[in-house]
């Protein structure tokens, strides 16, 4: 079982580049997340997605954009990265939404992300 | 809207105990815990809802009180594969979403 998966696995940028971080998951999941992980701060939120066709900001979406493609694809795009971008990020999956569920989300192993 | 959790950091001998912390500031729904190996993805441990309960999973058990809005996270007989941080993600009452803390290392030597 592959789980949940994200490409590419590291990557390097300069400033004002874009790129697009891809998640999919193949356990039929409805509701699908993006974190970023930096040093001493855990994990944040930066955007979700509940069910196919909708997302939603968390705490860190400055900077960020997101596209439900279907429902086992969830693309994270950096319009014009920046240094204080350059972070792990990563994808999680869970059955229905975390809120007033007992479902837990599954992560991706994760993409580094380096700004110079 | 970050839980804190303590302690930051703790090194173990195989067999030793410990307790890890997670508080919150905000009326709780859930507490999920997970565990992060280094260079890894988190991997899920459990999930307390709201209720008191205490749950178990191998040598690592887990309690919530929601009326202090905490949970401690216990590990027994510690095992070198057990090192790890450890992080509690709370759900607040009518939210979406987890918060993460900043994790606990916890560290296990021979």
């Known amino acids: 079982n592959a789980g949940v998966t994200q490409t590419p696995k590291f990557q390097v940028l300069k400033t004002g580049q874009s790129m697009t971080l891809q998640c999919a998951q193949d356990?039929?999941?409805?509701?699908m997340y993006w974190y970023r992980q930096d040093p001493g701060m855990g994990l944040r939120l930066i955007y979700y997605?509940?069910?196919?066709?909708?997302?939603d900001k968390g705490e860190v979406p400055n900077g960020y954009n997101v596209s439900r493609l279907n429902k086992r694809e969830f693309s994270l795009r950096l319009e014009s990265a920046a240094p204080s971008q350059t972070s792990v990020y990563f994808c999680?999956?869970?059955?229905?939404?975390?809120?007033?569920?007992?479902?837990?989300?599954?992560f991706g192993d994760g993409t580094r992300l380096s700004i110079l | 809207q970050q839980p804190v959790q303590s302690p930051q950091a703790v090194i173990l001998r195989e067999g030793e105990d410990a307790v890890i912390n997670c508080s919150s500031s905000k009326a709780l729904y859930s507490v999920h815990w997970y565990r992060q190996k280094h260079g890894e993805a988190p991997v899920f441990l459990m999930i307390?809802?709201?209720?008191?309960e205490q749950k178990g999973h191998e040598k690592i058990s887990a309690s919530f009180n929601e009326k202090k809005q905490q949970s401690s996270l216990y590990l027994t007989a510690s095992q070198l594969s057990y090192s790890g941080t450890y992080f509690c993600?709370?759900?607040?009452?009518?939210?979406?979403?987890?918060?993460f803390g900043t994790g606990t290392r916890l560290t296990v030597i021979p």
């Open positions: 993600g709370t759900v607040q009452t009518g939210a979406n979403n987890l918060f």
């Open positions: 997605s509940a069910s196919e066709g909708t997302t």
């Open positions: 356990m039929n999941h409805n509701s």
């Open positions: 999680a999956s869970s059955k229905v939404g975390t809120g007033r569920s007992n479902q837990p989300q599954h």
């Open positions: 307390l809802l709201k209720g008191g």
